[in-house]
């Protein structure tokens, strides 16, 4: 059942397996979401520093840490994850990938509170030339930085004690990438 209904997000609810109601929030329109990892030369990524509208509604003036994503099919229609990852790509960060390579292809969100599922995707670039000027997403993105991934580890436990919040998308993400360079 919709209890409330916009373009892009709806709010329902459903019962669980003991008949209590559950509500959660569901997007109408896409398919799935991709996350990017960018890896650059074998050697750095690209991190996205954001200014995300819930975390600051809650959260003041608190950034997050985050990677390159997108809604799948909400604009181009039957538009595959593939395509997606490329767009995305491009537009966030002017990138473009030589391979990509799909780490994990249905992780929930948040399962307690969305339907939302995504797709980890790690996008190989060998030279790092921006080819488009990258967009800000609406002034979402406020921030690009390339980071050494020998000092990933560090780097975000700092980034962590200076107030930025970590997305469990960029997390999950980093631990598919040790998976894969074991």
């Not at 969305?114 to 790092?128: D, G, H």
Request: aromatic residues 6%.
């Amino acid at each position: 059942m919709i209890l409330y209904d916009t373009k892009y997000l709806q709010l329902k609810k459903t019962s669980s397996k003991t008949g209590n109601d559950w509500v959660y929030a569901h997007r109408p329109n896409i398919t799935n979401v991709v996350v990017i990892l960018p890896v650059i030369n074998k050697e750095e990524t690209v991190f996205l520093i954001e200014e995300r509208p819930p975390i600051t509604a809650e959260y003041g003036t608190k950034k997050t840490i985050g990677l390159p994503a997108g809604l799948v099919g909400d604009i181009r229609k039957n538009e595959t994850i593939k395509d997606a990852i490329r767009t995305e790509l491009m537009e966030e960060t002017g990138l473009k990938a030589d391979k990509i390579k799909i780490l994990s292809n249905c992780i929930a969100s948040s399962a307690g509170c969305t339907s939302e599922t995504y797709t980890i995707a790690l996008a190989e670039v060998n030279n790092y030339k921006i080819i488009e000027k990258p967009i800000d997403d609406g002034g979402v993105i406020i921030n690009r930085v390339r980071v050494k991934l020998a000092d990933i580890d560090i780097w975000l436990k700092e980034q962590e004690k200076n107030g930025y919040i970590l997305t469990a998308q960029m997390l999950s993400a980093l631990y598919y990438l040790k998976e894969e360079i074991k």
